[in-house]
């Protein structure tokens, strides 16, 4: 079974610096894996989504990564700001007979940027 | 508008009581889903349906039960509600090359 874990579950840091989120998976067998960010309260909002064959994605200050051979990908964010203070979720779907499974997610990071 | 709309945004209501929560899109997608999020457990899949014919159920499917309409409309009823089912309750499609798209979430309680 299909398991993700996002290290650390919290972290909070001054504004200005670069920081990096961890997510790992068990079952290397993924069609993609996508990086959500979700405010309090609300819905998540997709930020990256790297295919299988692909080794990183770039969107403005961010950078996704995926070694799929070792299960892990990693979110970069760079100069932080207070704005990007949210809860951070990685998930990955299922590769099943080729065609996509389900969406499996992490329980999130926490990021708290103080100004 | 939003690509994924749900209604209600909000709902509460009494233990044994049938309710539905209704999502549609417009991103045109086959594909929509059911999520629900607890604090601590992060999200879990209900059911999901790749087509208007094709739907399964996921990890959590225990006391509920889904209707797809139309491509656009996937709907999520609770037959009998009770307490343990108070989440926000999350509606999502995705594309073909696997992007998902969520919703606003409903926040379901159950008194």
């Known amino acids: 079974k299909q398991e993700v874990t996002q290290i650390p579950a919290a972290l909070s840091v001054p504004e200005g610096e670069n920081l990096v989120l961890n997510c790992s ?19 998540l909002t997709s930020l990256l989504l790297i295919q299988s064959s692909q080794r990183e994605q770039t969107s ?6 995926l070694d ?3 299960g892990r990908s990693t979110l970069y964010i760079a100069a932080s700001q207070p ?4 809860t951070y979720l990685c998930a990955v779907f299922q590769n ?11 329980k999130g990071t926490k990021l708290s940027v103080k100004p | 508008d939003a690509d994924v ?18 999502c549609s899109q417009t991103k045109g997608h ?6 629900r999020q607890d604090p601590g457990l992060g999200l879990r899949l209900i059911y999901y349906s790749f087509d208007v014919k094709d739907i399964n159920k996921g990890e959590i499917s225990d006391g509920y039960s889904v209707s797809r309409q139309a491509q656009a409309k996937f709907s999520l009823s609770l037959e009998s509600a009770i307490p343990n089912q108070t989440a926000l309750y999350f509606c999502a499609t995705s594309s073909p090359w696997g992007e998902q798209y ?3 979430g409903t926040r379901l309680t159950v008194t």
Do not use: C, H, V
């Not at chain 1, 704005?83 to 949210?86: F, T």
């Not at chain 1, 099943?96 to 992490?106: A, D, E, M, P, T």
């Not at chain 2, 086959?30 to 999520?35: G, V």
């Open chain 2, 5 to 22: 709309t749900q209604t209600p945004r909000n709902r509460i209501t009494k233990t044994g009581k049938r309710i539905m929560l209704e």
């Open chain 2, 102 to 104: 969520f919703g606003p």
């Open chain 2, 30 to 35: 086959d594909r929509m889903y059911w999520y």
């Open chain 1, 25 to 43: 998976f068990t079952d290397s067998a993924i069609y993609n894996l996508q990086w959500f960010r979700q405010d309090p309260g609300k819905g």
């Open chain 1, 96 to 106: 099943y007979g080729g065609s996509q499974g389900n969406l499996i997610f992490g």
């Open chain 1, 83 to 86: 704005g990007d203070s949210a």
């Open chain 1, 68 to 70: 799929k051979s070792s």
């Open chain 1, 60 to 65: 403005g200050r961010l950078n996704a990564s």
